[in-house]
C-alpha cells in the first residue's frame, strides 16, 4: 500500500526554470493539500483541494499553481522558480473535507534547491 | 493570533528513558489537536488526534494530553527506544475555519541516544 507518493524525491534548479512536483494518493481521498517546511519552521499550506474539480490558495500561493488532475493525483507548478522557493515540498490527503478526527496521510516530500 | 509553540525546541535523552513534550497554543475556537511524528528525510505520521472533549489518548508507548481550558498539550512517550528519535510536531485545527487551515508548531527534535 503506497500511500501517497511524491516525485521526483530531489531536484535542482536554476533560477527562473519551471517544474512541475507530481503527487498522488491511492487511497480514495478526496482531498489533497501542498505544503512547504523549511528550517525552523512550521508546515506552511501552499494551496489544497477538498475534491476532484476544486482548488484553494493556502498560507503562502504566490509562485505557484496547482492542478487538481483527478481525485488521485494533484499537481503543484512553479512557473519562474525564485531561490525563495528552495525548500521541502509535502503532498498530503485526507479522507474528507474538514479536519474532525481525520489524519492527513503526508508522501516523504520533494526536496528541491534553486540555484 | 493564532499560534502553536512548543518547547522545547530539543531534547536529547537516553535510550529506556521517558520524556514529555509540551505544546501551547492560542487557536481559537478550538477543534482538535494532533500529534506527528516526523523521521528525518520523512513526511509526518499522525500519532494522535484529540477533540475538545478528549483528554488523553495514547497509542502504544505515546500518550498525549490536553487541556483545552489552559490551552496545553503535552506527549509522553515512555521507555523511549532509538527509533524514537525524530520531530515530533504539534498542529490545531480552529473550529468553523476554512478546509486547509491548521496551524503547525515548528516541532521538538527529540535524539534518543543509546
Known amino acids: 500500500n503506497a500511500g501517497v507518493t511524491q516525485t521526483p524525491k530531489f531536484q535542482v534548479l536554476k533560477t527562473g526554470q519551471s517544474m512541475t512536483l507530481q503527487c498522488a494518493q491511492d487511497m480514495n481521498h478526496n482531498s489533497m493539500y501542498w505544503y512547504r517546511q523549511d528550517p525552523g519552521m512550521g508546515l506552511r499550506l501552499i494551496y489544497y483541494s477538498a475534491s476532484e474539480g476544486t482548488t484553494d490558495k493556502g498560507e503562502v500561493p504566490n509562485g505557484y499553481n496547482v492542478s487538481r488532475l483527478n481525485k488521485r493525483e494533484f499537481s503543484l507548478r512553479l512557473e519562474s522558480a525564485a531561490p525563495s522557493q528552495t525548500s521541502v515540498y509535502f503532498c498530503?490527503?485526507?479522507?474528507?473535507?474538514?479536519?474532525?478526527?481525520?489524519?492527513?496521510?503526508f508522501g516523504d516530500g520533494t526536496r528541491l534547491s534553486i540555484l | 493570533k493564532n499560534q502553536v509553540e512548543q518547547s522545547p525546541q530539543s531534547l536529547i535523552i537516553l535510550e529506556g528513558k521517558n520524556c514529555t513534550l509540551q505544546c501551547n497554543y492560542t487557536v481559537s475556537p478550538f477543534s482538535n489537536l494532533r500529534w506527528y511524528k516526523q523521521d528525518t528525510g520523512r513526511g509526518p505520521v499522525s500519532l494522535t488526534i484529540?477533540?475538545?472533549?478528549?483528554n488523553t489518548k495514547s497509542n502504544g508507548r505515546y500518550t498525549a494530553t490536553l487541556d483545552a481550558d489552559t490551552k496545553q498539550s503535552s506527549l509522553h512517550i515512555t521507555a523511549s527506544q532509538l527509533s524514537d528519535s525524530a520531530s515530533y510536531i504539534c498542529?490545531?485545527?480552529?473550529?468553523?475555519?476554512?478546509?486547509?487551515?491548521?496551524?503547525f508548531g515548528r516541532g521538538t527534535q527529540l535524539t534518543v541516544w543509546p
Open positions: 498530503a490527503s485526507s479522507a474528507l473535507p474538514g479536519f474532525d478526527n481525520q489524519p492527513q496521510h
Open positions: 498542529v490545531v485545527s480552529a473550529k468553523g475555519s476554512t478546509l486547509g487551515r491548521l496551524y
Open positions: 484529540m477533540t475538545f472533549s478528549e
